[in-house]
């Protein structure tokens, strides 16, 4: 087994120089620029970020993947030995957004056909540039301790997703990249919010003794314990002082309150570079926005991920592969089910048609009874100019199986 040494990157992804190519060659895959950079650990610590990574790739696993081909749509619904549908393609979707490429290597039979594919973190992959720049190859390293290590391996073989990049496409860059100086800056401001509230002086009141004169501070705490006492032996009912005393309750200082919700912002940033809206990690979101008009904007999102994902599988199972978020987006098809409605109403859509619709949605069952409304209005009854009459039409009801037609056009 050829041996080689990689140069780690801060992404978790490496390149090798079991080619010969010395590391400051150009010509490697460079797969992170020099600035700061949040590694997963990091990121998945963090509530918002674990919310946007989490909601962005269980709604893209959930999407719908239309293939072209029956073996690759065999394929695609049924992509791991190891694992279900769903869970294989969060993980996908899940580690393109941390560090922005996701591997999965196409195992296949002797013909040549795909049988599954296997996820490969990208510790377990090493990219390289061909001399003549024609393409990428692999060296691949597996957990299974009975697969060797493959060095060499064709872009063919591999599924290699990418987000934005900066390389022409080669290799991906994730919205981390961008959140670098604003989670060093939320670290920081959480450090300084429980130094704060730990070196705060919170008591619950103020008892002040109005005309007790100077009393020591052994009085004043003997005053106050017998006070607290007084408090719970009340069980939560009204406190009786006299004359001499006042209880004041203190509230939170404006200051605490402003200090604790200064480390907020940080959703927004997040949000931000996950292009999804912020109301989606409980932000405020914007107030001016209606509900329809902020999934419109996540949904966008999705497609924008989803067209990234859908290039790479068009590209490598050389088949239209499409991936439908409006399972995802719109779990219920109350949305698609009002555009129906909405679309007949302006008589672009037979009401048959409609119907047809939303039984594929499942609103209607298959066996409802097939019944055109009568008119509301009956038209006037008038004799034509050629001696006919003319007058309201009776929808036909189609023969469920021999009897009379109900349906033929009447006149008086």
């Given at each position: 087994m050829t041996m080689f040494h990689p140069k780690v990157f801060k992404n978790a992804l490496s390149v090798g120089d079991d080619l010969g190519i010395p590391f400051d060659d150009p010509e490697i895959v460079n797969f992170l620029n020099p600035g700061d950079y949040t590694s997963a650990d990091q990121a998945l610590s963090n509530?918002?970020?674990f919310s946007a990574v989490y909601q962005i790739s269980a709604d893209l696993a959930s999407s719908t993947f239309k293939a072209g081909a029956p073996r690759t749509q065999a394929l695609l619904d049924n992509p791991s030995a190891t694992s279900n549908r769903q869970s294989?393609?969060?993980?996908m979707f899940a580690q393109l957004l941390l560090s922005g490429d996701a591997f999965a290597y196409r195992w296949r039979n002797a013909n040549g056909v795909d049988t599954r594919l296997e996820y490969l973190r990208p510790s377990q992959v090493s990219a390289f540039l061909l001399e003549d720049g024609s393409g990428l190859i692999y060296n691949l390293v597996f957990d299974e301790p009975t697969i060797a290590d493959m060095d060499n391996v064709p872009a063919s073989d591999l599924i290699h997703i990418r987000l934005l990049s900066q390389n022409g496409g080669m290799t991906g860059m994730s919205p981390l990249t961008s959140l670098g100086s604003e989670l060093k800056i939320k670290k920081?401001?959480?450090?300084l919010t429980v130094s704060a509230l730990a070196q705060a002086i919170t008591p619950s009141g103020i008892l002040s003794v109005t005309k007790g004169g100077l009393l020591d501070w052994k009085a004043k705490a003997a005053r106050s314990q017998q006070f607290m006492k007084q408090a719970k032996n009340s069980s939560n009912g009204p406190i009786v002082l006299d004359d001499l005393e006042t209880y004041t309750p203190l509230q939170i200082s404006t200051d605490v309150s402003k200090l604790l919700s200064s480390t907020d912002w940080t959703t927004k940033q997040i949000a931000k570079a996950f292009g999804i809206p912020d109301s989606y990690l409980n932000g405020t979101g914007d107030q001016q926005s209606s509900i329809q008009q902020i999934q419109g904007v996540y949904t966008n999102a999705l497609v924008r991920y989803a067209n990234s994902i859908s290039s790479e599988l068009n590209n490598k199972f050389n088949t239209t592969i499409s991936i439908d978020v409006s399972p995802a987006v719109d779990p219920q098809a109350t949305g698609y089910a009002q555009t129906v409605v909405d679309i007949a109403k302006t008589r672009s859509l037979a009401?048959?048609?409609a119907v047809f619709l939303l039984k594929k949605l499942g609103y209607f069952p298959?066996?409802?009874?097939?019944?055109l409304p009568a008119p509301e209005?009956?038209?006037?009854?008038?004799?034509?100019?050629g001696g006919t009459e003319t007058g309201a039409v009776t929808p036909k009801v189609p023969d469920k199986g021999g009897g009379d037609d109900n349906g033929s056009s009447t006149s008086s």
């Amino acid at each position: 087994m050829t041996m080689f040494h990689p140069k780690v990157f801060k992404n978790a992804l490496s390149v090798g120089d079991d080619l010969g190519i010395p590391f400051d060659d150009p010509e490697i895959v460079n797969f992170l620029n020099p600035g700061d950079y949040t590694s997963a650990d990091q990121a998945l610590s963090n509530s918002d970020i674990f919310s946007a990574v989490y909601q962005i790739s269980a709604d893209l696993a959930s999407s719908t993947f239309k293939a072209g081909a029956p073996r690759t749509q065999a394929l695609l619904d049924n992509p791991s030995a190891t694992s279900n549908r769903q869970s294989f393609w969060q993980s996908m979707f899940a580690q393109l957004l941390l560090s922005g490429d996701a591997f999965a290597y196409r195992w296949r039979n002797a013909n040549g056909v795909d049988t599954r594919l296997e996820y490969l973190r990208p510790s377990q992959v090493s990219a390289f540039l061909l001399e003549d720049g024609s393409g990428l190859i692999y060296n691949l390293v597996f957990d299974e301790p009975t697969i060797a290590d493959m060095d060499n391996v064709p872009a063919s073989d591999l599924i290699h997703i990418r987000l934005l990049s900066q390389n022409g496409g080669m290799t991906g860059m994730s919205p981390l990249t961008s959140l670098g100086s604003e989670l060093k800056i939320k670290k920081s401001a959480n450090n300084l919010t429980v130094s704060a509230l730990a070196q705060a002086i919170t008591p619950s009141g103020i008892l002040s003794v109005t005309k007790g004169g100077l009393l020591d501070w052994k009085a004043k705490a003997a005053r106050s314990q017998q006070f607290m006492k007084q408090a719970k032996n009340s069980s939560n009912g009204p406190i009786v002082l006299d004359d001499l005393e006042t209880y004041t309750p203190l509230q939170i200082s404006t200051d605490v309150s402003k200090l604790l919700s200064s480390t907020d912002w940080t959703t927004k940033q997040i949000a931000k570079a996950f292009g999804i809206p912020d109301s989606y990690l409980n932000g405020t979101g914007d107030q001016q926005s209606s509900i329809q008009q902020i999934q419109g904007v996540y949904t966008n999102a999705l497609v924008r991920y989803a067209n990234s994902i859908s290039s790479e599988l068009n590209n490598k199972f050389n088949t239209t592969i499409s991936i439908d978020v409006s399972p995802a987006v719109d779990p219920q098809a109350t949305g698609y089910a009002q555009t129906v409605v909405d679309i007949a109403k302006t008589r672009s859509l037979a009401s048959n048609q409609a119907v047809f619709l939303l039984k594929k949605l499942g609103y209607f069952p298959d066996e409802i009874p097939y019944e055109l409304p009568a008119p509301e209005v009956a038209p006037t009854m008038q004799q034509s100019a050629g001696g006919t009459e003319t007058g309201a039409v009776t929808p036909k009801v189609p023969d469920k199986g021999g009897g009379d037609d109900n349906g033929s056009s009447t006149s008086s």
